[in-house]
């Protein structure tokens, strides 16, 4: 698919389990991005374990420090996370307007059927569980930006890149002229 212009930010977001930070990091390398997730930031941070809220507001005030610094960088950035709350995604939409970078939202989701069966085995950079997903789940604020919803499978991996990208190029124009080919 090649590599995007330096101007993009995804958001890639969703429950423990969904599958988010496989299909962010499959969607970083796929469009020539960076990747930053909030399971490696938590760990690298000290806060494993602690899912309270100023801990993770801890995580994304980091990830959006280090998102400044990839931005002066010229390089576009995958950020994989739960993004639960209105009041981070909106962090999130300031840095965009500020920095003027193109933010793309997706929201992956799955069966709870699978994210049960993926929360019972241990991965490697997050101890999330049972109860932390029903726990985020009864506190997810509604999505109120334009956003693609890509249905997690153990087997679409290939089918869902290719529906982000063709997500991100269609937004606006403005992606096709900004270098991602298809």
Do not use: C
Not at 40 to 69: D, I, P, T
Not at 139 to 148: G, K, N, R, V
């Amino acid at each position: 698919m090649g590599k995007v212009s330096k101007s993009l930010l995804v958001i890639v977001m969703g429950l423990p389990g969904s599958g988010k930070s496989y299909f962010a990091k499959n969607l970083a390398k796929q469009i020539g991005a960076e990747y930053l997730g909030s399971d490696e930031l938590r760990k690298e941070l000290g806060l494993m374990g602690n899912y309270q809220l100023g801990n993770k507001l801890s995580v994304y005030e980091e990830m959006f420090n280090r998102a400044k610094k990839i931005h002066k960088s010229g390089n576009s950035l995958v950020l994989d996370g739960t993004f639960y709350l209105q009041q981070v995604r909106d962090l999130f939409h300031f840095l965009a307007n500020t920095l003027s970078w193109q933010l793309f939202i997706i929201h992956v989701t799955a069966s709870e059927e699978l994210i049960a069966k993926r929360l019972s085995k241990p991965r490697e950079d997050s101890e999330a569980d049972l109860e932390v997903y029903q726990k985020i789940k009864s506190e997810f604020e509604p999505i109120l930006e334009d956003h693609l919803i890509i249905e997690s499978t153990d087997t679409n991996l290939e089918e869902s890149l290719k529906k982000a990208v063709k997500f991100i190029k269609s937004r606006h124009g403005k992606a096709r002229s900004q270098g991602i080919d298809g």
